[in-house]
C-alpha cells in the first residue's frame, strides 16, 4: 500500500483530500459512500428542491453534481493509471449545473445512479497497482496522479455532506 505521504499536493482539490484521514483511500471510499447513501435516505422529500440561498443548486442539483464529479475524476484517474500522459483539462460545474436536467428526474432514479457511479468507481480502483496510481500526469495544468484523485473523490463527497447538513437540513 501506498503511504499518504505520496500524495500529491492537489491544488484546488486539497481540501476535499485534507477531509479524508483513512490512511487507505479504498477503505475510505467504502466508509464515504454509506456515510452519503444514509444521509441521502433521511432527506426529507419536500427538502429535495430546496436551495439554501438565492442562486445555489437544489438538493437534488447537489446530487446531480456529486455523480457528475463522480464521472469527472474517475475518468481522470482512469487516464493516469493507463499512463496516459495527455494533459486533462478542467470542467465548469456550474455550466453543467445549469445543464444537467436533475429538475426531470425522480430522486429514486438520482439515489440509484449515485449508487451504481460509486459501485463502479470502487471496482475500477480496487484492482490498481502502486504503478497505475503513482503515474504523474496533467489536470487542470497541475502534477497529479490517480492515487491522490483516490482520496479526492471520498473528500469531495464529505465536502458536500458537510454542506447539505449545515445549510440544507
Known sequence: MIPRSEIIPADIYQSYVDLITDNDFREAIRK??????????????KKIDY?????????????????????????????LSRMDPTPLPGWDENLWAAHDGSADRSW???????????????????PLSDEQLRFVGTV????????????????????????????YL
Open 32 to 45: 464515504n459512500t454509506k456515510q452519503f447513501r444514509k444521509l441521502l435516505e433521511r432527506i426529507p422529500r
Open 51 to 79: 436551495a439554501y440561498a438565492e442562486g445555489k443548486w437544489t438538493i437534488r442539483q447537489t446530487l446531480q453534481h456529486v455523480i457528475d464529479a463522480e464521472r469527472v475524476f474517475a475518468y481522470r484517474a482512469l487516464r
Open 108 to 126: 429514486k432514479d438520482l439515489v440509484e445512479e449515485f449508487k451504481a457511479v460509486r459501485a463502479s468507481t470502487q471496482y475500477f480502483f480496487d
Open 140 to 167: 487542470r495544468e497541475k502534477p497529479l496522479n490517480a492515487f491522490t484523485i483516490g482520496y479526492i473523490l471520498p473528500g469531495h463527497v464529505a465536502h458536500h455532506i458537510r454542506i447539505l447538513e449545515e445549510r
